[in-house]
C-alpha cells in the first residue's frame, strides 16, 4: 500500500481551536522505513502546554453549560467522522507506530463506538434523590465536570486510548488539554481535528505536542483539576506524586506482567493460537500482553511445541503490508530496551524455544521469541514491552495460582481450562482487574469497565463502561428547600 504524506496535516497544536506551529521542528519516523520519515511537527515546552491550559480554563464554564444534549449531538458526530475517516486515520496510525493496518483500522472503528456509547450514557441519569427529614425540602446528588482535565496518553494505542479518556471527559462537561506521545503526534493531529469538525468547541479540546517535560508541566499547572494517565510505571508515580501534592484527582493505568495459566485439560488447538496472539500480537506492546506462561503438569512439553511452532510461523514485517502479522517495535530505543531484556534473560539461563524470522530493511524489527526458564530469571517478574514471553512449568493447580499472582502488577489474567471449579476458582482468586477465561489476556469491550490492581493502576475510577464517568465528574449532595413557610 502507497501513502502520500503530503495528505498527513501538519503537526500542530492546537490551541483555542487554533493550529500553533510554536516550537522546535522534530521529525515524526516510520519504524518500518527509517528513510523515508512520515513528517514533521511543532514540538513545544512549559509556555504552550500553559497557553493550552488556559483556553481550557476559559471555556470551561460555557461547555459545562452546553448542556448534555449538545455535548452528545457532538460525539455522535465524532463517531460518523471516525469511521468515515478509518483508513486516514489507519494508514498514519501504521505510518507512525508500526501496527498492522488492520489493527489500525480496528482503533479508529473503536473510537467511533466510545464515542457513541459515551454519548448515550451522558442522557442517562447517574443521580439521586434522597428523601429529606424536613418538610419540602428535596435532597439530590448532582454530578458537577470536574473542570479542566490533563490527558496524558502513550504511543501504543494512540488512537483509542485517548479517545476513551477525551470522550468521557468532554461528555461529562470537562475541557481538555491533551498531550500524546512524541512518537504518534501526527496521528494525535488527525484525532484532535476529527474532534474539532465533529464541533467541539474552540478551548474545549487542547493539544499540545511535546517531549515528557510538556507533560510535566502540565501535570504541575494548579489550574488542572485532574490527570488521567496511561504509560509507564515510573512516569505514571511521578505524575500521581505531583498531583495529589497539590490536592488533584488522577488517574492511572499503568503496565502489566499478565500471566496465562494452561492447565492439562485445556484444548490446545483452540489455547495455542490465542496463548500466542496474546503474548506476541501488536509486537507485545500491550499492556495487557501475555507475560508469562504457566503450564500446570504434563502438558508442559506438548504445549511448548506447539508454541514455539506457532511463533516460527509469525510472519513480520511492514504493517502496510497485508500479509504482516506482527509489525515493528516503535523506536530503535524501544527495540534496544526489549533487546536488553532479552539478552539478560538468556545470561540469566533462559532458553530460547523459538523465533521467527524478520526482515532487515529496518532496525526496529524484532523476533517474537519464547523462552522457557524458572521464576528467578529478571523477565519472569519485570515488564519487557515487546513480543517476548516466558514458559514456565509447575506441578499443581495450587502452584499455578499463586505463580499467577507473583507480581506487582495485576492488569490481566487468563487461564484455559474446561474444568468448571478451577474457572470458579480463578474468578475468585486471580488478582488482575480482567479475568479472562478461555481467552487472551489482551482484548476488552468499550462497554465495560477496564483497569488493573496492584501496580497496574491507580485506585481512582476504571475507565470505559459506564464507570468512565466516575473519574471526570464530582458528586454534590443538593439540599433544595422552598424559601418561605408553608402558607
Ligand atoms: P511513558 O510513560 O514513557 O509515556 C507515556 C506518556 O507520558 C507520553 O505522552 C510521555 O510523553 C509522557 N511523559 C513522559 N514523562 C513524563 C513526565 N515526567 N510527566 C508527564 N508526562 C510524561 O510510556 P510509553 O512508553 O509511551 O508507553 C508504554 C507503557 O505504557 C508500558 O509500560 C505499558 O504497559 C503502559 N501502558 C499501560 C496501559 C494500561 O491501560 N494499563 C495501556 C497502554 C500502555
Redesign the pocket.
Known amino acids: 500500500m502507497t501513502i502520500d504524506v503530503s495528505e498527513i496535516p501538519a503537526g500542530a497544536h492546537l490551541i483555542n481551536g487554533q493550529w500553533l506551529q510554536t516550537g522546535e521542528v522534530a521529525v515524526s519516523s516510520n519504524p518500518a522505513r527509517p528513510s523515508q520519515p512520515v513528517g514533521e511537527y511543532s514540538s513545544g515546552d512549559a509556555s504552550v502546554a500553559s497557553d493550552a491550559v488556559g483556553a481550557a480554563l476559559d471555556t470551561k464554564v460555557s461547555w459545562r453549560d452546553a448542556g448534555f444534549k449538545q455535548r452528545a449531538a457532538i460525539l455522535e458526530r465524532a463517531a460518523v467522522l471516525f469511521e468515515e475517516r478509518a483508513d486516514e486515520l489507519a494508514a498514519i496510525l501504521t505510518l507512525e507506530e508500526g501496527k498492522t493496518l488492520g489493527e489500525s483500522r480496528g482503533e479508529a472503528m473503536a473510537s467511533a463506538e466510545t464515542c457513541r456509547y459515551q454519548a448515550a450514557i451522558i442522557k442517562m441519569s447517574s443521580e439521586s434523590i434522597y428523601p429529606s427529614a424536613k418538610p419540602g425540602e428535596t435532597i439530590r446528588t448532582l454530578r458537577a465536570p470536574l473542570g479542566v482535565v490533563g490527558v ?6 494512540p488512537v483509542l ?1 485517548p479517545v476513551w479518556k477525551i470522550a468521557p471527559a468532554l461528555a461529562a462537561g470537562n475541557t481538555v488539554v491533551w ?4 512518537n504518534t503526534p501526527l496521528v494525535a493531529v488527525a484525532v484532535a481535528k476529527v474532534f474539532q469538525d465533529a464541533g467541539v468547541p474552540a478551548g474545549a479540546l487542547n493539544l499540545v505536542l511535546g ?2 517535560s510538556m ?2 508541566s502540565l ?1 504541575a499547572d494548579d489550574r488542572v483539576d485532574g490527570v488521567t494517565f ?4 515510573p ?1 505514571g508515580f ?2 500521581r506524586d505531583t498531583v495529589t501534592a497539590r490536592n488533584g484527582r488522577v488517574q492511572l ?4 506482567h499478565n500471566p496465562s495459566i494452561v492447565f492439562d485439560d485445556a484444548d490446545l488447538d483452540y489455547a495455542v493460537p490465542m496463548v500466542v496472539n496474546g503474548a506476541m500480537g501488536s509486537t507485545g506492546q500491550k ?1 495487557t500482553a501475555t507475560r508469562r506462561i504457566i503450564a500446570v503438569g504434563d502438558v508442559y512439553d506438548e504445549l511448548v511445541d506447539r508454541l514455539g511452532a506457532a511463533v516460527r510461523e509469525l510472519r513480520v514485517g511492514d504493517g502496510l503490508d497485508p500479509e504482516t502479522a506482527i509489525g515493528p517495535i516503535v523506536s530503535t530505543r524501544a527495540r534496544a530496551e526489549v533487546a536488553e531484556g532479552l539478552d539478560k534473560a538468556k545470561a540469566q539461563g533462559a532458553e530460547v524455544v523459538a523465533t521467527a524470522s524478520i526482515p532487515d530493511t529496518s532496525d526496529c524489527y524484532f523476533a517474537p521469541t519464547l523462552l522457557t526458564g524458572t521464576t528467578d530469571l529478571d523477565i519472569w517478574t519485570e ?1 519487557v ?1 515487546g513480543p517476548i514471553s516466558t514458559v514456565v512449568r509447575v506441578d499443581s493447580e495450587d502452584e499455578a495460582f499463586a505463580l499467577a499472582n507473583d507480581t506487582v502488577f495485576g ?1 490481566s489474567a487468563s487461564v484455559f481450562t474446561n474444568d468448571l471449579w478451577r474457572i470458579d476458582r480463578a474468578v475468585n482468586e486471580l488478582e488482575a482487574g480482567l479475568v479472562k477465561i478461555n481467552a487472551p489476556t489482551t482484548g476488552s469491550e468499550l462497554h465495560v469497565p477496564f483497569g ?1 490492581e496492584k501496580q ?1 493502576s491507580g485506585h481512582a475510577a476504571r475507565e470505559q463502561g459506564d464507570t468512565a464517568h466516575d473519574f471526570f465528574t464530582r458528586t454534590r449532595s443538593v439540599y433544595i428547600n422552598p424559601g418561605r413557610p408553608r402558607p
Not at 152 to 157: A, D, L, Q, R, V
Not at 179 to 182: F, G, T
Not at 253 to 256: A, C, D, K, P, Q
Open positions: 496524558i496518553t502513550p504511543w501504543n494505542f486510548i498531550k500524546p506521545a512524541s517531549p515528557g507533560g510535566n501535570v496511561t504509560g509507564s510505571v512516569v511521578s505524575i493505568e499503568l503496565g502489566g499492556c515488564e514491552f492488569l488493573g497496574s
